[in-house]
C-alpha cells in the first residue's frame, strides 16, 4: 500500500502561492494520506473550510479532521450567529473506512517568546488486509527538543497501553434495548500502529532515539511494543533525502523533517521510502512510503493484541 504523509502549509507554497488543489494533486492515488498544517476558517486563506474542500478535491477517500488549535470565529447575520471555529490542524483520508479515531491533544508549554501553539497526533484506526492498524498524522512542537521529547513520551505511553485499554468501546453490551453498539463487534485497538507527520527532528536527534531507541547491539533489531524508522529499513533512499529547506543563516538547509515510523511488527513489511524533492505546493515535500499492508498477518496474529 502507498502511503504520503505531507505537511501542506495550509495550502500556501514555497512559491507564496496559495493553492490548496496544488497539494491535494501531489497526495492523489495514495492509499492512506496524512496531512498536517490543515486549518478551517482563517484570513489567510480566504476564510476556506480546507478538510471540506480537501474532500471534495479527493472524493474517493474517507476522511477524517483533528483540530488541535480552535477559536471562536462565529459572526452575526441578520440577528442569527452563524457558528464557525477557526481551526487549525491534521488529517487523515483513506481508502479503505477509517473504523474510529481521536485527538490526542500533546503537551504543551507556555512561551512569552517565539508564538507557540498547541499540538495534537490524530490518530486512526483503519482495518488493512494486513490487519487493524492505528495510524496516526502529527506533528510536534517546533520550538525546543524538550518540548518534543514530553510530546513523544505521551504518545509512547499511549501506544504501548492501546491493546489493554481498548478502542472506542469495549464489553459486552448489557443494555441491548439502547444499542450502544449499533450492531457491530468490539472495534480493535491494536499494538500495531504507523506514525506520519513532520516531527521537526532530524534523525539522529535526541527526539528520533526516544522513539526508535539507541543504536541497538544486533542490527536490524525491533521490539514489538516499539517504532523503527521506515526510511532505515527501506531499500536505500536517495543520497540527498530530505523532506524540507530553509534559508538558516544565510544558507540553504536541507532537513529530513518529516518521517514515518512503523511498529516492530511491520518492520519487515517497509518497501520504499522516498520525498518530492523540489515539489513547491508547501514549504514541505510529500513523505512517500511504500508498505506491505496487503498481506494477511500482521506479527503472526498479533495485531488484534
Not at 150 to 157: N, R, S
Not at 216 to 222: F, I, L, T, V
Not at 252 to 275: I, N, Q
Not at 279 to 294: K, Q, T
Amino acid at each position: 500500500m502507498k502511503l504520503v504523509s505531507y505537511n501542506i502549509q495550509y495550502g500556501y507554497g514555497s512559491d507564496g502561492r496559495y493553492d490548496l488543489a496544488r497539494a491535494a494533486r501531489l497526495v492523489d492515488g495514495a492509499d492512506i494520506i496524512a496531512l498536517q498544517e490543515v486549518e478551517r476558517h482563517w484570513q489567510r486563506s480566504n476564510g476556506d473550510d480546507q478538510p471540506e474542500i480537501l474532500s471534495q478535491l479527493l472524493p474517493g477517500y474517507y476522511w477524517v479532521y483533528g483540530p488541535a488549535f480552535d477559536m471562536d470565529a462565529s459572526e452575526k447575520r441578520n440577528g442569527r450567529i452563524v457558528n464557525r471555529r477557526r481551526q487549525f490542524g491534521t488529517m487523515v483520508l483513506s481508502k479503505l473506512p477509517i473504523v474510529w479515531s481521536r485527538l490526542q491533544a500533546l503537551p504543551l508549554r507556555r512561551t512569552l517568546r517565539p508564538l507557540n501553539t498547541r499540538s495534537a497526533a490524530l490518530e486512526c484506526m483503519i482495518r488493512t488486509p494486513a490487519g487493524p492498524v492505528r495510524v496516526l498524522s502529527l506533528h510536534l512542537a517546533h520550538i525546543a527538543a524538550e518540548e518534543r521529547l514530553g510530546q513523544i513520551d505521551y504518545l509512547l505511553a499511549e501506544h504501548r497501553r492501546a491493546p489493554s485499554e481498548g478502542g472506542p468501546w469495549s464489553g459486552a453490551d448489557d443494555e441491548p434495548q439502547r444499542n450502544w453498539s449499533n450492531g457491530e463487534p468490539e472495534p480493535e485497538n491494536p499494538l500495531a500502529a504507523i506514525w506520519l507527520g513532520d516531527f521537526n527532528m532530524e534523525p539522529g536527534s535526541t527526539e528520533y532515539r526516544r522513539i526508535v531507541g539507541s543504536t541497538p547491539y544486533h542490527r536490524g533489531a525491533a521490539y514489538i511494543d516499539g517504532f523503527v524508522d521506515a526510511a532505515a529499513v527501506a531499500a536505500e533512499p536517495a543520497a540527498d533525502f530530505h523532506t524540507h529547506e530553509k534559508i538558516i543563516d544565510g544558507r540553504l538547509a536541507k532537513r529530513r523533517l518529516d518521517h514515518c515510523f512503523v511498529g516492530g511488527m511491520l518492520a519487515g513489511r517497509v518497501r520504499s521510502v522516498m520525498a518530492d524533492i523540489g515539489e513547491a505546493a508547501s514549504d514541505h515535500f510529500p513523505l512517500r512510503v511504500d508498505i506491505d499492508l496487503e498481506t494477511p498477518g500482521i506479527a503472526s496474529g498479533l495485531a488484534g493484541v
